[in-house]
């Protein structure tokens, strides 16, 4: 590691890189850099300038407070905007609904409050598995949804979420920011319901689910009553077993009752929410969650609405967007370890076997390939994603995989 000058290139190096790996295009950049611009009590000041600080991190001298900031965008002349955003989550899904509220609150602020996006919880505008519909119908000016809810209109917003055996967060926006898989779902989007979509938000690999009975073979799939979301549904029918559509907060009474033998939500801290944990040790927890290795969440906007808005807001929704993204998947990282250990206290925790997940990694290929030969779209974007997940899974296999090996030694 060398001196505190080759610390400050590389650190000028990544201020830049960020601007061009956020999202933001060309025309968000430059409305990036006016907002940023902005920032400064000297209306020429430059785009370096206003980023720029003192060492210690504090504001270099002549730059203003948030305060004045928002001074200055609302005495601009740009329109006031406000709308409703529905969301697939309850209030209670705090990290899941608190990434529509960081968006939110991410428009507001970069936007000195004259852009609103009023985050509203499922069931008060439409129910959460149909958030994608009523944004392109117009029910709904914006929506927070996850893609892969919407299999059953067009199957490749599967690749919106995440695709069974597919990419982890990491390599799903890597795909999508520099992978060219924003543009390929972009189109997808535009043509297929007249939308624009943004990353916002990602839980990280998933567990594989709560199941009341152990899961050793194959045979042991047949007759499985699971609760399990997208394609992944498909391949569980395939080996014998059968999918079964239940909301989020209807899982415990579902295992209660006996109309579901097993369920995969999240993960440690939002199952825990759900209230999973009452049912005792009468579950098994199985992972990893094949079908969910790096889940998106997305923010889904009509293309009409887009297109009429002010650059600055452009830039805006896209660095908003960029920062539920991260920030979600931070919270996972720091609330899952720690409920783990709640859910360890009363649970038995169990890999599924290699013999089920070569089955399940089979039957989710022939999958794949079945739904590509019946639907052109799923084809086109079939192809590029197998190519950089072949790619990376190989790269990170080697080195990830070692170095997490010998963490644990």
């Given at each position: 590691m060398q001196e505190e000058e080759t610390g400050m290139e590389e650190a000028e190096i990544s201020r830049r890189s960020f601007l061009g790996r956020a999202g933001v295009g060309v025309?968000?950049?430059?409305?990036?850099?006016?907002?940023?611009?902005?920032?400064?009590?000297?209306?020429?000041?430059?785009?370096?300038?206003?980023?720029?600080?003192?060492?210690?991190?504090?504001?270099?001298?002549?730059?203003?407070?948030?305060?004045?900031?928002?001074?200055?965008?609302?005495?601009?002349?740009?329109?006031?905007?406000?709308?409703?955003?529905?969301?697939?989550?309850?209030t209670g899904l705090v990290t899941l609904y608190g990434a529509a509220e960081i968006f939110a609150q991410e428009v507001s602020r970069l936007t000195g409050?004259?852009?609103?996006?009023?985050?509203?919880?499922?069931?008060?505008?439409?129910?959460?598995?149909?958030?994608?519909?009523?944004?392109?119908?117009g029910g709904a000016g914006a929506g927070h949804t996850a893609s892969y809810y919407y299999t059953g209109i067009n199957p490749a917003t599967q690749f919106g979420?995440?695709?069974?055996?597919?990419?982890?967060?990491?390599?799903?926006?890597?795909?999508?920011?520099?992978?060219?898989?924003?543009?390929?779902?972009?189109?997808?989007?535009?043509?297929?319901?007249?939308?624009?979509?943004?990353?916002?938000?990602?839980?990280?690999?998933?567990?594989?689910?709560?199941?009341?009975?152990?899961?050793?073979?194959?045979?042991?799939?047949?007759?499985?009553?699971?609760?399990?979301?997208?394609?992944?549904?498909?391949?569980?029918?395939?080996?014998?077993?059968?999918?079964?559509?239940?909301?989020?907060?209807?899982?415990?009474?579902s295992i209660q009752t006996g109309?579901?033998?097993?369920?995969?939500?999240?993960?440690?801290?939002?199952?825990?929410?759900?209230?999973?944990?009452?049912?005792?040790?009468?579950?098994?927890?199985?992972h990893p969650g094949w079908w969910e290795p790096g889940p998106s969440l997305e923010v889904q906007l009509p293309l009409s609405t887009w297109n009429d808005l002010p650059e600055v807001y452009k830039a805006a929704v896209e660095n908003a967007a960029a920062t539920a993204n991260v920030r979600t998947k931070a919270k996972y990282d720091v609330l899952n370890p720690r409920d783990l250990q709640k859910v360890k206290?009363?649970?038995?925790?169990?890999?599924?076997?290699?013999?089920?997940?070569?089955?399940?990694?089979?039957?989710?290929?022939?999958?794949?390939?079945?739904?590509?030969?019946?639907?052109a779209v799923f084809n086109e974007i079939l192809g590029p994603w197998r190519e950089y997940r072949d790619a990376v899974q190989e790269w990170h296999g080697l080195a990830e995989t070692s170095m997490l090996t010998a963490a644990a030694l």
């Open positions: 025309a968000g950049l430059a409305a990036t850099s006016a907002v940023l611009a902005a920032c400064s009590s000297d209306p020429d000041s430059s785009l370096e300038e206003s980023l720029d600080g003192n060492e210690d991190g504090t504001p270099a001298e002549g730059t203003d407070s948030d305060e004045e900031t928002v001074e200055l965008v609302q005495d601009s002349d740009l329109p006031e905007i406000e709308i409703e955003m529905a969301t697939s989550w309850p409050g004259r852009f609103k996006i009023n985050a509203r919880p499922a069931g008060e505008i439409v129910g959460g598995l149909e958030v994608l519909p009523t944004v392109r119908d979420t995440a695709v069974p055996f597919g990419l982890t967060s990491r390599q799903q926006n890597a795909w999508l920011y520099e992978g060219g898989g924003l543009e390929i779902m972009r189109d997808f989007y535009a043509t297929e319901f007249g939308l624009i979509q943004f990353p916002a938000g990602n839980t990280g690999v998933q567990m594989g689910g709560w199941f009341s009975k152990e899961i050793n073979t194959v045979a042991d799939i047949q007759g499985l009553t699971m609760r399990i979301p997208g394609i992944a549904g498909q391949v569980l029918n395939n080996l014998g077993g059968e999918q079964v559509s239940v909301a989020g907060g209807d899982i415990l009474p109309a579901i033998d097993a369920a995969e939500f999240v993960g440690p801290t939002d199952d825990l929410i759900l209230g999973l944990d009452e049912l005792g040790s009468d579950l098994f927890y199985y206290e009363f649970a038995e925790i169990r890999q599924f076997s290699d013999e089920i997940l070569s089955a399940f990694k089979e039957e989710t290929e022939n999958v794949l390939n079945t739904i590509a030969g019946e639907n």
